[in-house]
């Protein structure tokens, strides 16, 4: 718990400092990262992933879509890979009495692998399985619905079978408020942003969550992606920082597999 409280000072004060972003980490894994926005996003995708010649990589699911998603509190941490997530969110979203985070596979956009529920300034640590690769979200009970939750911001993690890992916020998909991730095996290793660039967005930059109906910004994807929003994003976040670009890979690896990604006060 100590641990878990100092990680949780550390990203707070980073979110009274931080800006402007001043991108201090390095990125080692770029040529690795696949970014996921680029599936095919209809069916289910075991299949396809399973056989996915672009790369050579084969994802081994840690969850079977027929399974209901998996509800955790806060693990021991023990030195080992796994993630903090911290709710910088002051806002208690209704019923949850905070704010519900939920972990996607890659491809497997019906049903959540993990969720948890964090009050505001609340934290968990948790390791997934050791071959997981996909994101962390916001979201609310609308998740359960068996239907695609895609808009919003993702926090994308992936851990290698030596457990090593990249992490990464990408904007390509909409975004609901700001994230940081930070690498924990070495001091000053960040990626994402911490600033709000909702509030004061222009009309045709917003789209509507299927779940809660509430808007946030639009999805910046290559293929369909909004114009105005990317526009807008682009005067204030760095694509060396967060994905705004299909062709910058704004990744962060860590050497042993450990990351703390803080969720500032965002849309469900
Ligand atoms: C992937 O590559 C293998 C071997 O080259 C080939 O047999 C298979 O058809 C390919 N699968 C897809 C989905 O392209
Ligand atoms: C998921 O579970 C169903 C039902 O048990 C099973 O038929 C299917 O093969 C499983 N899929 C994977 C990828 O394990
Ligand atoms: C929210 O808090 C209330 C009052 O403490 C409690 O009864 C309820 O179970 C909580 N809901 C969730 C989803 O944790
Ligand atoms: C761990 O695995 C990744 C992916 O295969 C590889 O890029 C990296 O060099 C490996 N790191 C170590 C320390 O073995």
Known sequence: MRLAESVVILCFTIAATALPLIDTATSTERLLHVPRHQHVQDGIGVRRQAADNGTGHTQIYC??????????????????????????????????????????????????????????????????????????VRGDASNFDGTKHLLGTWTELSWNRNGTAWGDVSLLEGNDGPVLIQALDEPNKYKGFSIDVLSNAPAGAWAQKLGTGSWCLDKITSEGGNAITKAWESRFLDPNSVYLEDSINPVINSNNGRFAVTFYAGII
């Not at 519900?100 to 596979?105: A, Q």
């Open 63 to 136: 969850h079977n879509e027929t399974d209901p998603p998996i509800y955790f509190t806060s693990q021991p941490d023990t030195g080992g890979p796994g993630v903090y997530i911290l709710n910088g969110d002051p806002v208690r979203h209704g019923a949850a009495n905070g704010t519900m985070y939920f972990f996607y596979e890659n491809d497997h956009d019906f049903v959540p692998y993990l969720w948890t529920v964090l009050p505001p300034g609340g934290a968990v640590f948790v390791t997934p399985c050791p071959t997981f690769e996909g994101r962390i």
